[in-house]
Structures are given as structure tokens and as C-alpha cells.
Nanobody
Framework: QVQLVESGGGVVEPGGSLRLSCVVSGRIFSIAGMEWHRQAPGKQRELVAGITSGGSTNYADSVRGRFTISRDNTKNTVYLQMNSLKPEDTAVYYC??????????????WGQGTQVTVSS
């Protein structure tokens, strides 16, 4: 069974930083693209950043220049470094990935989410 487990969320003041981590576990053979999404109260879930297996990245306009996505393939982990945080970044952040495992081949998976609150 494949699991994506996020960590690193919390409460931070405006202008502060947080680093989110997402560990992919299970009987994994390969991991393709990984993404971070977020969902604020009353809003639709939105893509924040993505990274391919080769390391190419893309960002939402609202976070470009402030957030950095990266991955460590040796640890099956993807990170989201968030700097210069704003109150509008407050949301539950979800990890999403395409994983090839012994259970069903290539499938897409979501993590359970981690809360990020930016408030003074």
C-alpha cells in the first residue's frame, strides 16, 4: 500500500518561513511527477507547485519567487520551502504524486494534508 505523509505545517507570522515535507512509502518501484496543492476554507483546491522526476519545476503565479519545490529521490521525499509567507497562504497543503508500485502499477495518490496558518 502506498502512502503519502506530509509534515511541517504550523502557525507562522507574516513574512516567516516553513518547510513542508512529503514522504512516499510502500512497495514503490518509481515515482514520477510530484505536486503540492492547497485548499483554503471556502475555496477550491489549487495547484501550488510541481516537480517532474527529472527536476523540472512549475509554480502558481501567486507563489513564484517565494516558494521552492524540491525532491530527494533517495529518500522518496518532496519538499516545499515557503518563504515570505502571507495570510493568504493559509490553507491545508496536500501532497500529490504519481507512483508505480507493486499494487496496481502507476496510480495517483493524495496525502492527508497539513495545516499552514499565517497570522500575527
Amino acid at each position: 500500500q502506498v502512502q503519502l505523509v506530509e509534515s511541517g505545517g504550523g502557525v507562522v507570522e507574516p513574512g516567516g518561513s516553513l518547510r513542508l515535507s512529503c514522504v512516499v512509502s510502500g512497495r514503490i518501484f518509481s515515482i514520477a511527477g510530484m505536486e503540492w496543492h492547497r485548499q483554503a476554507p471556502g475555496k477550491q483546491r489549487e495547484l501550488v507547485a510541481g516537480i517532474t522526476s527529472g527536476g523540472s519545476t512549475n509554480y502558481a503565479d501567486s507563489v513564484r519567487g517565494r516558494f521552492t519545490i524540491s525532491r530527494d529521490n533517495t529518500k522518496n521525499t518532496v519538499y516545499l520551502q515557503m518563504n515570505s509567507l502571507k495570510p493568504e497562504d493559509t490553507a491545508v497543503y496536500y501532497c500529490y504524486g504519481t507512483v508505480f508500485s507493486s499494487v496496481g502499477g502507476w496510480r495517483n495518490y493524495w496525502g492527508q494534508g497539513t495545516q499552514v496558518t499565517v497570522s500575527s
